[in-house]
């Protein structure tokens, strides 16, 4: 067969048709049990069930150090009536109770006197005992099968009499990256070449999951060669994963080397991203379920969580792991594709008492929004997306308790922002710095909204010519509003090494044939640029280029750099990342905006007192074309 989509099969049907295809080629429904020593058994499940071969504890004994007492012998004593007891014996914690003792009086309660010990208050039966089978009894049910074991689970095993267990083995991934332009790690790239960070990423999924990874060698786009590679992994796997190829494109393979090593229950899935996803079967003895992952990186990760990992809990016969979820509000407009259950990754901060998400770029390649993700957000196929400021559902990839140290920035993109969080990060590992770039304006209406603690901005007002403080007035009513200076920065053209088209200013943008790459609507640079052009009575329609949009610094400089673009306005310090030249525009503040009320908070003490360091200002000014003059002060 070629490679067209069979359909897009919604995930529960794919699940199910999946399963259908694993049952009738003869897949094994579990992984063999093997036998292994408690130390050996965290992380592996229980085969049969747990019986304790003994109690704990196996005798009484005492709970504390003191001394065993007859609890008959201490009646009515009191802090005005002591009793003075005789029959008594010193014991430690843990030790067996000695026979005829019922009780025992912990040691800071003993008053030593020359006639014996003193008591001051009466004591009953079993005080501090521990009895036989507190902990457990034998013979009791100790752990059911399909037990994932944890290290609490073996210790209570230990004592419990229990040596050895009976588990699942750790089922046996085998990944298989193909592609000629898949190059190994480490390796020297030429253009057109991609590392093969996917197996790396996979295989540590697996691990993550409990399982045996194992990485092929990359092979080329030959289907005959990616058929022999398949069949090979499938004699020592239990599920092989086939990178790439699982698209309807030229060189696209997958789906059907899957069909001729054995049969394809799917091929296209309705998720976003990870459509062109291949289920399938080899044939053997026994039968191996086949995966085939699509090779952007975001699209391979989310394969792995909604197929693979399900699958491998299914073999070892255990419940799938769940994340914790949480209720949050979306920081911006999120829309979704109709008729496909969109994933998208989001960063969390609790903002006035609720948890706030911030969607992450989404592109199936956008291999950051993996590092950066708090959490996971299901669009589901019948919803067209979400507005801001909608209580959406979320799992959690962190711990709530570092969710709510997150100091949440929306708005312009500046890279002192990115070296903030790195510096937060290092004094205090709990600490984040999540921001996320919408432009300025879009920042202050969050900021209004109440979906981040500070907006980055760099607003011209071209009635006035100031920067921020206008939009403050009009978008925050001003009150309750306070302002600080982050730095002043140098605005310029980003040009190519030596400046090849010589380009001196805002005016040689209307040269013919120049491709100008421009900042998104609500951005400060694209209301600089406007503003530049309005004082020269330029037309935006007359710059070849002005409608294309990217949304940071350093993805301006990324176009010059590729040669995608000739120029784009944007900051030196970006410039300098690219390696490119620079065209200085103007110097302009960059300002940190929040409520009043949150200056003075604990969340962002650590950030002002950074602001303040002598050593952060001159790894700011360091960067290039930044001023830290002002940097901390309150302007507002």
């Known amino acids: 067969m070629n490679s067209p989509f069979v359909s897009d099969v919604p995930a529960a049907q794919a699940h199910a048709a999946w399963r259908e295809a694993r049952a009738a080629a003869g897949c094994p429904a579990r992984v063999e049990t093997v036998r292994v020593s408690v130390g050996e058994a965290v992380g592996r499940v229980t085969a049969e069930p747990v019986w304790a071969r003994r109690s704990s504890p196996a005798f009484d004994s005492s709970a504390m150090d003191g001394i065993a007492v007859r609890a008959s012998g201490t009646v009515g004593a009191t802090e005005t009536t002591p009793v003075v007891v005789t029959d008594f014996e010193v014991v430690d914690t843990g030790d067996p109770l000695p026979p005829g003792y019922d009780a025992v009086v912990m040691r800071e309660h003993v008053h030593r006197t020359p006639e014996g010990a003193e008591l001051r208050a009466a004591v009953p039966p079993y005080q501090h005992v521990r009895s036989i089978g507190e902990d457990i009894s034998a013979a009791e049910l100790l752990l059911p099968e399909g037990h994932r074991l944890r290290p609490v689970d073996v210790a209570a095993c230990a004592a419990a009499g229990v040596t050895e267990l009976v588990v699942r083995r750790a089922p046996i991934v085998v990944i298989v990256p193909t592609g000629d332009e898949i190059r190994p790690i480490g390796a020297e790239l030429r253009p057109g070449e991609i590392l093969d960070t996917n197996s790396l990423m996979l295989a540590a999924q697996a691990r993550e999951a409990g399982c045996e990874a194992r990485v092929t060698d990359i092979v080329v786009d030959d289907p005959e060669a990616i058929t022999t590679a398949l069949r090979a992994a499938a004699e020592e796997a239990d599920l092989v994963m086939v990178i790439a190829g699982s698209s309807a494109g030229r060189d696209d393979y997958t789906a059907r080397v899957v069909a001729s090593a054995g049969s394809v229950a799917v091929h296209g899935v309705a998720v976003r991203p990870g459509h062109p996803v291949v289920l399938g079967v080899a044939k053997g003895n026994p039968a191996t379920p086949v995966l085939g992952v699509p090779g952007y990186p ?65 592109g199936a390649g956008v291999l950051t929004s993996l590092v950066r993700a708090d959490g996971l957000l299901v669009v589901p196929a019948g919803v067209e997306g979400h507005h801001a400021g909608s209580e959406v559902r979320v799992e959690l990839l962190r711990g709530l308790s570092e969710i709510n140290r997150t100091i949440v920035a929306i708005g312009s993109h500046d890279l002192v922002l990115d070296l903030a969080a790195s510096a937060l990060r290092a004094a205090d590992p709990l600490i984040t710095l999540a921001s996320s770039n919408v432009g300025s304006l879009g920042g202050l209406v969050a900021l209004r909204d109440g979906l981040c603690h500070i907006a980055g901005s760099h607003l011209l007002d071209p009635a006035t010519g100031e920067y921020t403080l206008p939009y403050v007035d009009r978008l925050l009513d001003g009150s309750g509003i306070a302002v600080i200076r982050l730095v002043h920065r140098d ?146």
Request: proline share 7%.
């Open 491 to 636: 605005q310029g053209l980003l040009v190519a090494p030596g400046n090849p088209l010589g380009l001196k200013g805002i005016d040689d943008l209307t040269r013919p044939g120049l491709r100008y790459v421009n900042r998104q609507r609500g951005a400060g640079t694209r209301a600089l640029l406007d503003y530049e052009l309005s004082r020269r009575e330029i037309d935006p329609s007359t710059i070849p280029g002005y409608s294309r949009e990217e949304h940071t610094h350093l993805a301006v400089a990324a176009a010059v750099s590729a040669g995608r673009a000739d120029t784009g306005m944007g900051i030196l310090a970006a410039a300098r990342a690219f390696n490119l030249d620079f065209v200085p525009v103007a110097q302009e503040p960059y300002d940190l905006v929040l409520r009043a009320d949150d200056l003075s908070g604990d969340l962002l003490a650590p950030l002002w007192d950074l602001l303040a360091s002598p050593d952060f200002r001159a790894q700011v000014e360091a960067l290039g074309g930044y001023s830290c003059a002002e940097t901390g002060q309150r302007i507002r």
């Open 298 to 362: 975001v699209s391979a990760a989310l394969t792995f969580d909604i197929f693979a990992a399900p699958l491998l809990a299914e073999l070892e016969g255990a419940a799938p792991r769940e994340r914790p979820s949480a209720t949050a509000r979306l920081a911006r407009k999120l829309p979704s594709v109709f008729g496909m259950d969109d994933w998208v990754r989001v960063r969390l901060g609790r903002v006035q008492n609720q948890v706030v998400a911030t969607p992450l770029p989404r």
